[in-house]
């Protein structure tokens, strides 16, 4: 725990000056009672418990000084709340590559499986898209907290020709930034967007989860298109679907292997601060969708907890106040 205002703890030196002054006070008391020996007598008969009971009321006022004096200094702590994280784009690759059967019953299946568990776990808080890549990009569900229209969306994608992770990247920004507009540009460009660019993984509001096996066949540069998010502040989690060897495809009279290319997938993370997880199988397909789960729904943040000791001093001077009043008839 750390303090806006350490100096203010310097207030905390009331507490041992209070407790110095009741001391004194019952001391004083005391002293007075000695004198009468009647009200020895009646002190002697009221027992032990009654005696310790006169100091409760005393501790929890002190106690409750001590509170407001770590108030005053605006204590702050690291606590778990949930993610600030509102938008998580689902960006699916449904390439006719995604129907290799390398991961079981094939790629695109293990992939809408595991996308409908992740969809169904997240808080009611966070709003969840879902965009399909192959030749072009299309939403196929707006951000929604309604989980069914999510899962239904899932339930419709279907294998299509050719494949563009860059048309996946762009959509999924302009899903996110519906009112900014998304400028495509290439590196070879000078005119860049008007929009100061920002730290990369700096925008904790939105980010994109994308599955695919990261064979790009046609249309925009995925680095391109991963810059773009990054100037953005918008990460991007990659999810490799498939194996390194692949397998060959047939469709239609022709032929050709299907391989996961890691290292682009690896490359759009990197660029984005995001973090790329392989899955060569529909159980750690599961796995990471679960560990993305954790990773969206709790994390660590520096607050102020000044109310919860102000709640807490409060508490302690109200029910000392009521314990002296119930017990001895008086508020101290």
Same mark, same amino acid.
């Given at each position: 725990?750390?303090?806006?205002?350490?100096? !203010?703890?310097?207030?905390?030196?009331?507490?041992?000056?209070?407790?110095?002054f009741y001391?004194?006070?019952?001391?004083? =008391?005391?002293?007075? !009672?000695?004198?009468?020996?009647?009200?020895?007598?009646? =002190?002697?008969t009221?027992?032990?418990?009654?005696?310790?009971?006169?100091?409760?009321?005393?501790?929890?006022?002190?106690?409750?000084?001590? /509170?407001?004096?770590? /108030?005053?200094? @605006?204590?702050?702590?690291?606590?778990?709340?949930?993610?600030?994280?509102? &938008?998580?784009?689902?960006?699916?690759d449904?390439? $006719?590559?995604?129907?290799?059967?390398?991961?079981?019953? =094939?790629? $695109?299946?293990?992939?809408? !499986?595991? /996308?409908?568990?992740?969809?169904?776990?997240q808080?009611?808080?966070?709003?969840?898209?879902?965009?399909?890549?192959?030749?072009?990009?299309?939403?196929?569900?707006p951000?929604?907290?309604k989980?069914?229209?999510?899962?239904?969306?899932? +339930?419709?994608?279907?294998?299509?020709? +050719?494949?563009?992770?860059?048309?996946?990247?762009?959509?999924?920004?302009?899903?996110?930034?519906?009112?900014?507009?998304v400028?495509v540009?290439?590196?070879?460009?000078?005119?860049?967007?008007?929009?100061?660019?920002?730290?990369?993984?700096? +925008?904790?509001?939105?980010?994109?989860?994308?599955?695919?096996?990261?064979?790009?066949? &046609?249309?925009? +540069?995925?680095?391109?298109?991963? @810059?773009m998010a990054?100037?953005?502040g918008?990460?991007?989690? &990659?999810?490799g679907?498939?194996?390194? =060897?692949?397998?060959?495809?047939?469709?239609e009279?022709?032929?050709?292997?299907?391989?996961?290319n890691?290292?682009?997938?690896?490359?759009?993370?990197?660029?984005?601060?995001g973090?790329?997880f392989?899955?060569?199988?529909?159980?750690?397909?599961?796995?990471i969708?679960?560990?993305?789960?954790a990773?969206?729904?709790?994390?660590?943040?520096?607050?102020?907890?000044? !109310?919860?000791?102000?709640v807490?001093?409060?508490?302690?001077?109200?029910?000392? &106040?009521?314990?002296?009043? $119930?017990?001895?008839?008086r508020?101290?």
């Open positions: 725990m750390i303090f806006l205002w350490p100096h !203010a703890l310097w207030l905390s030196l009331v507490v041992p000056a209070f407790i110095g001391v004194v006070v019952v001391r004083r =008391n005391k002293e007075r !009672a000695l004198r009468y020996a009647g009200v020895v007598a009646v =002190n002697e009221a027992g032990t418990s009654h005696r310790l009971r006169r100091h409760v009321p005393p501790i929890l006022f002190t106690l409750g000084l001590v /509170a407001i004096a770590f /108030a005053i200094a @605006r204590p702050q702590a690291v606590v778990m709340l949930p993610s600030r994280h509102q &938008t998580v784009i689902l960006a699916v449904v390439s $006719l590559s995604m129907g290799a059967t390398d991961v079981t019953p =094939n790629r $695109l299946e293990a992939a809408k !499986a595991a /996308a409908k568990a992740f969809a169904a776990e808080p009611q808080g966070v709003r969840i898209g879902v965009v399909s890549f192959a030749g072009s990009a299309t939403v196929v569900q951000p929604t907290a989980r069914e229209e999510v899962i239904a969306a899932i +339930d419709r994608l279907r294998l299509q020709r +050719d494949t563009a992770i860059g048309n996946g990247i762009i959509a999924s920004l302009a899903t996110i930034f519906p009112d900014a507009g400028v540009y290439d590196a070879h460009e000078k005119d860049r967007p008007a929009s100061k660019p920002v730290p990369p993984g700096s +925008d904790t509001s939105a980010a994109i989860i994308m599955l695919t096996d990261g064979q790009t066949t &046609t249309d925009h +540069d995925p680095l391109e298109a991963a @810059r990054a100037d953005r918008i990460r991007i989690f &990659t999810v679907v498939g194996t390194t =060897n692949g397998e060959v495809l047939r469709f009279g022709w032929s050709m292997r299907v391989r996961l890691e290292e682009t997938l690896k490359k759009i993370a990197e660029m984005t601060a973090e790329y392989y899955a060569g199988t529909a159980p750690g397909l599961k796995k969708y679960q560990s993305l789960n990773r969206f729904v709790l994390e660590k943040e520096l607050i102020e907890i000044t !109310a919860l000791f102000l807490a001093a409060i508490v302690t001077a109200l029910f000392s &106040t009521l314990l002296s009043l $119930l017990w001895f008839k508020i101290l």
